[in-house]
C-alpha cells in the first residue's frame, strides 16, 4: 500500500527549480501572497499536514487553529520569531528551522557591511563617480585592530569573529549568558560592550526579548566614532533612535541588512548619507538558498518518515 501523500502549504516566496524539487517529496501549494495565504488556509486548511514559512512571515495561532491535520511547521531560514509557537506546542505539532544554512553568507555579508560602513565605500563611490580629486578627501578610518562587539554570539556571530581574526580584530560579545568554550571577552551588559567596542555587529535572534536592545543609550555609549552594523532583524534597532544618532554625530555610521518596518523601507534612515542599507539579503547566495531548501526537506522526511526533524527548535526559545 503507497504511503499517503504530504500535503504542504509554502507560505514563503520561492524559485520554480526549489519548488520542483520539494515537489518530489510532497504535494506543494504554494501561497506566498497574503491574498493567497489567506485563501489557501480559508478553503483548504483542513487538507494540509506541513507548513514552509520564513520567521519574518511567520504563522499565527488563528492560522494554527484552522489547520487541524497539521504536524510540521518549518522556517526555511533559521529565524522563527514570527511562529505562535504557544499554539504549535499545545497541539503537538513539530517546530523545525533552517539553523546552519545560511550561515557563512550572512557572517560573509555581515563582515562586507563592516568594511563598507567604516572604510565609507558608498560615499567615496560618489565621489569617484563625481570627479572628485582624492586629495581633498578625509582618510576614512581603517579597519584592522578595531575593537569588534557582538551582540550574540551564536553560530553567526562566531563565524563574524572568525573573519575579525584575519583583520586582527579583538572580539568581545554580550550573550544572556557567558559562554565557557570561547576566549573571546564577555561583557555582562550591552551598554559595557558598546562602550569598548569601535563597530557593533548586531547577530541575536529577533522576537520580543530582543526588541530594541540596541537603542538610544546603547549608541550613546557606542559613541561618534563607532560603527553599528546588523544583520541580525530590524526589531532589534531603535530606528528613531538610529537616525538621530546618524543625524547627529552620535556615532558615525552603520550598515544595516534589516529594518523594523520591512517589507517597506526604512524612511527615517533612507536621506542619511553615513548609512549602507541592503534589502535583507545577508542570507542568500546559491549555495545558502540550496542548502536551505535541502535541510527542509530532510525536516520534512524526518518528521514524516523518521525519528522527527533534523534541526528542531529549541523547546526553551
Not at 585592530?145 to 553567526?156: D, E, R, S, T, V
Request: aromatic share 6%.
Amino acid at each position: 500500500m503507497s504511503t499517503p501523500a504530504i500535503e504542504l502549504l509554502v507560505l514563503n516566496p520561492m524559485s520554480e527549480a526549489h519548488l520542483a524539487q520539494i515537489r518530489q517529496h510532497c504535494c506543494v501549494t504554494y501561497a506566498p501572497r497574503p491574498q493567497q495565504r489567506a485563501d489557501a488556509i480559508a478553503r483548504q486548511g483542513a487538507r494540509f499536514d506541513a507548513v514552509l514559512t520564513i520567521g519574518s512571515i511567520g504563522l499565527t495561532a488563528a492560522e494554527v487553529a484552522q489547520l487541524p491535520a497539521l504536524r510540521l511547521v518549518c522556517c526555511l531560514g533559521a529565524g522563527y520569531e514570527g511562529l505562535a509557537l504557544d499554539a504549535l506546542r499545545a497541539r503537538g505539532v513539530a517546530v523545525a528551522n533552517g539553523a546552519g544554512t545560511n550561515d557563512t553568507s550572512v557572517a560573509d555579508h555581515a563582515f562586507g557591511l563592516i568594511l563598507a560602513a567604516m572604510r565609507g565605500f558608498r560615499e567615496l563611490d560618489r565621489q569617484a563617480r563625481a570627479g572628485v580629486d582624492r586629495y581633498t578627501l578625509a582618510h576614512p578610518p581603517g579597519v584592522s585592530g578595531k575593537k569588534l562587539g557582538i551582540l550574540g554570539l551564536g553560530h553567526i556571530g562566531m563565524k563574524i569573529a572568525h573573519r575579525a581574526a584575519a583583520f586582527d580584530m579583538p572580539v568581545g560579545y554580550h550573550n544572556r549568558r557567558e559562554r565557557a568554550d570561547v576566549a573571546h571577552r564577555y561583557f555582562a551588559s550591552l551598554l559595557e560592550l558598546a562602550a569598548w567596542a569601535d563597530v557593533l555587529v548586531c547577530a541575536t535572534p529577533g522576537g520580543a526579548a530582543s526588541r530594541h536592545l540596541v537603542d538610544a543609550p546603547v549608541l550613546a555609549a557606542l559613541g561618534p566614532r563607532g560603527y553599528l552594523v546588523n544583520i541580525a532583524r530590524g526589531s532589534v534597532v531603535d530606528t528613531e533612535a538610529l537616525a538621530q544618532a546618524l543625524r547627529s554625530g552620535g556615532i558615525a555610521g552603520a550598515g544595516i541588512d534589516v529594518y523594523e518596518s520591512e517589507p517597506h523601507r526604512p524612511e527615517p534612515l533612507i536621506e542619511l548619507p553615513n548609512i549602507l542599507i541592503t534589502p535583507h539579503v545577508a542570507g542568500w547566495s546559491p549555495e545558502a538558498t540550496q542548502a536551505s531548501v535541502d535541510q527542509f526537506i530532510a525536516n520534512l522526511n524526518g518528521a514524516f518518515h523518521g525519528a522527527g526533524p533534523v534541526s528542531p527548535v529549541p523547546l526553551q526559545s
